[in-house]
Structure formats: structure tokens, C-alpha cells
């Protein structure tokens, strides 16, 4: 079922400053910011070549990353996203499994246009997946 790694996220207080440091310390290549008003956060990508890191600051009211960054307020690893070929099959087969799938279940439009879903960090070790249509 799992594909590749497409993305690292790292959530972030301040989402210029991170742009920053990536591009000009780091010398990396980054997106433009992305603002996702439906997942509640402002999204950058920044290219590693063989995957790419998520850049994550909270927009508006209730943002889902509000509580992390509030225990990590210098920001941190949020989420890790694999690819999957088909992301319903994969979700029928991991809530066969008794995994936790979060919010109603049904995927939605992430940042690259295509179908996503969340898995609980619980039942992961610790950490939350996100699972990408490929
Ligand atoms: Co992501």
C-alpha cells in the first residue's frame, strides 16, 4: 500500500522567517507561499530533490497546528506523507485494520491538488501520517 515519502512537515511560528532560513541559509529552492483556508494552515514547499519539507504556519480560527505549536512554540516535525496508489482502497484497508482515520473520513484536496487523509499519530508511534493520492 505504501509509496514513496512525499513530504516531511515541520510546523512553524513564523512561516517568513523559516522561507529565510531555508532559502538563503540553507540555500534551498521554496515554493511560494500557499494560503489553505480548508486545512487551516499557510503551506510552503521547499525541494530536497528526493522528497520535500512542508513548511506549516497556522491561518485563521482553530488552525489544527495551533495546539502543537503550542507545545513546540519554536515549531517542529508535524507530519510525515506517504504516497498511495489508490487512497480510498488504502483507507478501507487500514480501518480494516482498526487504524483511526481523522475528521469524517472522507479525503480531502491537500496542497498539490490531489486527495489526502490523516492517520491518528496513536496508532503510528507517536506520529501523524498524512497518505497522499499519487
Ligand atoms: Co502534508
Do not use: W
Amino acid at each position: 500500500m505504501l509509496g514513496r515519502l512525499n513530504h516531511v512537515a515541520l510546523a512553524v511560528p513564523d512561516l517568513a522567517a523559516a522561507v529565510a532560513a531555508y532559502r538563503n541559509t540553507l540555500g534551498a529552492e521554496v515554493t511560494e507561499p500557499q494560503a489553505l483556508p480548508e486545512h487551516g494552515v499557510t503551506v510552503v514547499f521547499v525541494n530536497v530533490g528526493n522528497a520535500k519539507i512542508e513548511l506549516l504556519e497556522p491561518l485563521g480560527e482553530g488552525s489544527p497546528i495551533a495546539a502543537f505549536l503550542a507545545k513546540n512554540p519554536s515549531g517542529g516535525m508535524h507530519h510525515l506523507c506517504y504516497e498511495v496508489d489508490d487512497i480510498l482502497a488504502a483507507r478501507d484497508q487500514l480501518k480494516g485494520a482498526g487504524a483511526r482515520v481523522l475528521g469524517d473520513g472522507d479525503p480531502k484536496i491537500g496542497a498539490h491538488g490531489k486527495p489526502v487523509l490523516f492517520l491518528h499519530p496513536k496508532d503510528f508511534f507517536g506520529t501523524l501520517i498524512e497518505l497522499e493520492q499519487s
